[in-house]
């Protein structure tokens, strides 16, 4: 089944203690984002990478990073995680930008809350 | 700046037909997207539009203006499942996605 993956659902965390959030995908997409989705600003791009090798900063980078090692992995990385990151955080993917009616898949969603 | 605008929430009858509308301000354009959200899940896909005119697809329609920098979501025969937030979103010259803050939708028996 095509689809993108995100590990974990759910996680409760303090603040400072170094976290990653994992996505996959197995449809061979050339373009991966990570939003975060705050309740009345909606989704809001955090980076994005166009291909292996290839990531850039999108409207919230602050205090993300980011790789992409793989085609099919584009992990989330918070070093210190702040309560200000608490949110609800989805990974994308789509075959790329080279035809403009592509859309995105997302995964499941990672919520997040930072204690 | 860039910036796309939705009503932050909307009523409709069950059975009756609700049209949601979304006015954008981006720099460049290559298509516009509209997608759907239930409560606590992903966006799914809807529809796409990049020349004027309406998009049918079986019970939703979704329209372009590119002079007007407009698009609504037309959504005919409304079932309860339809409960769910509706997201506007532009591709940009740059081809990134601009989202708008998503119009929740009601449906009332």
């Known amino acids: 089944e095509a689809q993108v993956t995100q590990n974990p659902r759910y996680l409760i965390t303090v603040t400072g203690k170094k976290l990653t959030v994992t996505c996959s995908q197995n449809?061979?997409?050339?373009?991966m984002s990570w939003y975060r989705q705050d309740p009345g600003l909606g989704l809001r791009q955090i980076y994005y990478?166009?291909?292996?090798?290839?990531?850039d900063k999108g409207d919230v980078p602050e205090g993300y990073k980011v790789s992409r090692k793989e085609k099919r992995n584009f992990p989330l990385i918070l070093e210190s995680p702040s309560p200000n990151q608490t949110s609800l955080y989805f990974c994308?993917?789509?075959?790329?930008?080279?035809?403009?009616?592509?859309?995105?898949?997302f995964g499941p969603g990672t919520r997040l809350t930072v204690t | 700046g860039q910036n796309i605008d939705q009503p932050t929430e909307m009523t409709a009858t069950e059975g009756a037909i609700v049209q949601i509308n979304c006015t954008y301000q981006?720099?460049?354009?290559?298509?516009l997207f509209w997608y759907q959200q239930h409560a606590g899940e992903a966006p799914t896909f809807l529809s796409y539009?990049?020349l004027d005119g309406l998009e049918e697809k079986g019970r939703f329609s979704s329209f372009l203006s590119r002079s007007k920098g407009y698009s609504y979501l037309l959504l005919k025969e409304l079932q309860m499942k339809d409960s769910a937030s509706y997201l506007c979103?532009?591709?940009?010259?740059?081809?990134?996605?601009?989202w708008g803050a998503g119009t929740k939708l009601i449906i009332k028996p």
């Open positions: 994308a993917s789509s075959p790329g930008t080279g035809d403009t009616s592509f859309e995105q898949y």
């Open positions: 449809m061979n997409h050339e373009y």
């Open positions: 990478s166009m291909n292996v090798e290839v990531t």
């Open positions: 981006t720099s460049g354009f290559n298509g």
């Open positions: 539009n990049v």
């Open positions: 979103a532009v591709k940009d010259s740059n081809y990134q996605l601009i």
